[in-house]
């Protein structure tokens, strides 16, 4: 496949955002946060949004040293001209075993904050002991104050990226870097 350095276009439609050399690098500082801010020796849960965060979910975890278990929800979020999204949690968090746990909820990007504050709602009902919520990308767009992850890989602007575990479409999700999708590329009404 060859490398591809930040901002070079592919001639596919795609521009390099963020590079595997800069991903790596900021996953490792990511897990090492991680870690600093875990109480020793207690088990973590990560809770993982799919199927966006998988890729970064499967490079996270291989740098944490502490216990840990992986719990998967896929989420999905419909959306149209405007912003608001409609999110649908499809798995039932309550049934997860999360109560007194310390929970790590993972996700590949924020954009409007809609997946990740119904995640935040759900899982906090079912009464972890801690519950801090990991992002890689943000995007520079408007939203709630109050969605604040502690822990952003990089921020991006407010681009339609893939790559990384992020798709269009179903596509795109394998490249090992994070790229974005030109404007013409993407249809007005689309399912995310
Ligand atoms: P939010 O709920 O924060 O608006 O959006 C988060 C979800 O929307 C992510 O979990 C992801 O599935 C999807 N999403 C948001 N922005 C992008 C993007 O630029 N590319 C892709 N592939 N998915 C995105
Ligand atoms: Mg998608």
Known sequence: MGTH???EPRGDGLTVLVGETEIAARVAELAAAVERDHPPGEPLVIVAVMKGALVFLADLVRRLAMPLRIELVNARSYRGAR????VHILDEVAALPLSGRHVLLLDCVLDSGSTLTALRREIAACGPASLRTCVLLRKAVPREPDVQPEYVGMDIPDVFVVGYGLDHANR?????YVAALGQDAIPEEQER
């Open 172 to 176: 795109w999700r394998h490249l090992p």
């Open 5 to 7: 350095g930040e901002g």
């Open 83 to 86: 912003r608001e999204a409609t």
